[in-house]
Each structure stands twice: as C-alpha cells, then as structure tokens.
C-alpha cells in the first residue's frame, strides 16, 4: 500500500480500508534528504500512516515518521544524531489552486500525474523539520574542537592547518 506512488485513484479505497501501514522509507532514493546525511548506514526512519477521509470529506493522509538521522556536523562534518519523531497530517490536493485554498497550504500533498509522491512528500517533511545548522552540542564530541581532527600522526598543533582560521571566522559570524 504504501509505495513511492500510489495512484490516486485508490486513495479512496485505502482510506475507507482503515488500514495502517508501516514500512522502512529508502532514505537512498531521497537525494535531497542525502545531501545532508552523514552517517548513511545508521540512518533510518520508520513511517506508519493511513489515508483517512475528514469531516469535509477531504483525503488525508495521517504519517507518523520516527526513527533516527546522521546529519553532517556543519563544524566538523562528522555525524550528529537527530532523534525524528514528526507527526503529520497533509490533505491531499489535485492542484495548487486546491493547495492554496486550505488553511495552511503546506499542509497539502499535491498529486502529480494522477499519482500520490508518497516518499518525496516525506522527504519535504523531513526537510522541513530538520534543524538548519546541524551541530555537535558543546562539550560532546565535535571533531572540530578536539584535537587531532583525523589528520595524519594526529597533528593538532598550529601548523599546516589552513583552514583553522576560516573556522574561526566563520564562528564568529555566526
Ligand atoms: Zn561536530
């Protein structure tokens, strides 16, 4: 049931089914989601959901994503764990027009071609609720503070580290 896409023309049937679903997402055939992972072989996310008609016999689907994500440190690169656990509701549109017609537009999950996108609205999910500067909490073990940093004969000292400075800059940018 729940696949990459589903034709909306079983949407209905499903709702009206009750039935739940819960499969693993292919978080390798997400190329955006991708992007931002570090830790590829640790990374996964469950999704249970269901498609329901609402009271203003509106198409829904009900997701619930959990599991967790290795997001690249955005100091050292080296993986940080973001715990997922989203909860979603979309109304699923044939338009934008349809889209922009509901309380919160975003909320809406736009069919293309007569096709539910199932995992690419997931992906928009996650993205969205992503945190946008991934980051080792201070005090835990960012590379980028420690000394070492996986260069060869763990050199720490100051010399031959060209981008040190840029670090530093970049830090106080922020
Ligand atoms: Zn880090």
Redesign the pocket.
Known sequence: MLTERIAASRLRALALSGSHERRALPLAAMPRLAELLAGEQQSNVTLDGRFVVDAADRLCLEAELSGELWLA?Q????A?RWPVQLAVRLVVVEDEAAAQALDDPFDSLLLEAGELPLFRAMEDELLAAAPLVP??AKGA????SAAGDGEPDGAAADTHRPFAGLQELLARGR
């Open positions: 440190c100091r050292c690169l080296g940080v980051r080792h073990a960012c590379r980028a």
